[in-house]
């Protein structure tokens, strides 16, 4: 039997608009019926789901920034009841010296310090100080990204010579996770090894325990398998805070069910229907949609945005339309890309700088997009967190209801529309995610969703 309970159970703030679909994707695997918004939402009246999800465009902007809008996303999150909160961040560990996954996860701490749950085997003497605890834990096994001994891998790579280290915005030239949070904070940051998880939840209690006691306030935790993120998530069901990437959203759901606040949903993923014409829009620069675009360019029509010609003053988005009007014209899918090697993405931002460069990107492709939606696309396939986000607020989406998976980390989302407003379709990709036939993939699966 389930207890009575008003709002959400679950409140998440993510760093990319990508990586809040996959984290949704997970919890509506696990069956917790999720909505996600795009930025925090006005007003405080009562959104019906079992998670709650804020998409933020936060991962690069200035710190301070990042903090003021992940603790409004925490401010509203706690107004519609939620009971326990997750930061999420790329498996990757996307982020720079400075932050910012260190610098959000200290002051969700301090928001959160008069809330925080702790295990009654700490005395009132442990207790004091030591509250205040989260652990980071990026792993994705599912999608290759695994932790050992607190080195992030990619597969077989080290994260840093995995082509992380060549990202334009967050270049990741350390593998060691420890290392790289504890330049990003004060807190003092230590490790749950993979063998303490191989003894179970009660080990992983103990070394939550221990680290506390120790000072630590953030812990990577290693995890090599989805057993490994099943087990933290349990460990997990009484912290208040948890960060880490969407697999560390694989155990919640269970712990809700423990607490008989949560029933077994079948339908947690179900859609409305759409109807309209398909185009793909790829702004990334990863290997995996380098790849998923030369697919598509094998047998589909692809129309290449070349930044360089934006900066010019050429009339590049007139350009584009006018492709993608001639070919939707037949009801054909398009896709219109900036994806570009990385040595090609080095040469535009010698010339105009790296922010610039990918600004100028996004605005290219949400201008884009705009006029799309014109011509009568409203099922959108969209590869790049940055560009997804743009993409999204130009389209003036505010709420999606997360549907099921088309590739590990990727679901099908569908908008809450008010009566009047235009509904969309809607696949949203980070970079690194899905198949090399992930777009053709992603328009079979909203067009039959729309069926």
């Known amino acids: 039997m389930t207890t009575a309970r008003t709002g959400a159970l679950l409140g998440c703030i993510a760093d ?39 998409a933020m465009k936060s991962r690069t902007i200035p710190v301070a ?9 925490l401010d509203w999150l706690r107004a519609q009841g939620c009971r326990q909160f997750f930061f999420k961040y790329c498996s990757t560990f996307d982020s720079t010296d400075a932050g910012n996954i260190g610098p959000v996860a200290d002051a969700l701490l301090d928001a959160l310090s008069d809330s925080f749950a702790v295990e009654s085997s700490l005395t009132s003497e442990q207790q004091t ?30 994260l840093n010579e995995s082509g ?10 350390d593998a060691n996770l420890v290392r790289v949070l504890q330049q990003q904070t004060a807190s ?11 003894r179970g939840v009660m080990a992983v209690h103990e070394a939550f325990n221990a680290l506390r006691r120790d ?16 087990t933290l998530g349990e460990a997990c069901a009484n912290l208040t805070l948890i960060t880490g990437g969407s697999g560390m959203a694989l155990g919640l759901p269970e712990n809700f069910r423990r607490a008989g606040l949560l029933t077994q949903t079948a339908d947690a993923g179900q859609l409305p229907p759409v109807e309209g014409l398909s185009a793909v829009l790829a702004g990334s620069a990863s290997k995996a949609t380098n790849a998923q675009v030369a697919a598509w360019r094998e047998s589909r029509p692809a129309f290449r945005i070349d930044p360089l010609a934006v900066a010019r003053g050429e009339s590049v988005v007139e350009e584009a339309l006018a492709f993608a009007r001639e070919h939707l014209s037949s009801a054909q899918p398009v896709l219109i890309y900036a994806t570009a090697t990385p040595e090609e993405v080095k040469v535009v931002q010698r010339e105009l700088g790296a922010e610039a460069a990918g600004h100028l990107v996004e605005s290219t492709l949400a201008s884009i997009a705009r006029g799309l939606r014109e011509l009568g696309v409203r099922k959108f ?18 709420t999606l209801r997360i549907g099921a998976q088309i590739d590990p980390g990727v679901p099908a989302t569908a908008t809450i529309a008010n ?29 039959g969703a729309s069926t």
């Open 381 to 398: 396939v969209v590869a790049g967190g940055e560009t997804s986000g743009a993409v999204v607020q130009t389209l003036g989406v505010h």
């Open 164 to 173: 992380m280290e060549h990202h334009p915005l967050t270049p990741m030239t």
């Open 129 to 158: 100080g030591a509250d205040a605890f989260t652990i980071a834990c990026p792993a994705f096994p599912e999608n290759g990204r695994t932790i050992y001994r607190g080195h992030l891998f990619v597969r077989d790579l080290l």
């Open 188 to 198: 003092k940051v230590g490790l749950v090894r993979y063998d303490v998880l191989a």
């Open 419 to 447: 009566k009047g407003e235009t509904r969309f379709a809607l696949a949203l990709k980070s970079g690194n995610f899905g198949s090399v036939d992930f777009f053709a993939k992603a328009l079979r699966h909203l067009n």
């Open 65 to 73: 920034d990042a903090i003021a809008q992940a603790l409004a996303a």
């Open 215 to 230: 000072g630590v306030r953030m812990a990577i935790a290693d995890a090599l398998s989805d057993d490994d993120l099943y």
């Open 16 to 54: 990319d608009f990508t990586g809040a679909t996959d984290l949704a994707n997970m919890l509506v695997r696990g069956g917790m019926r999720t909505v996600q918004t795009i930025g925090v939402p006005r007003g405080d009246e009562p959104v019906e789901a079992d998670a709650l999800v804020v």
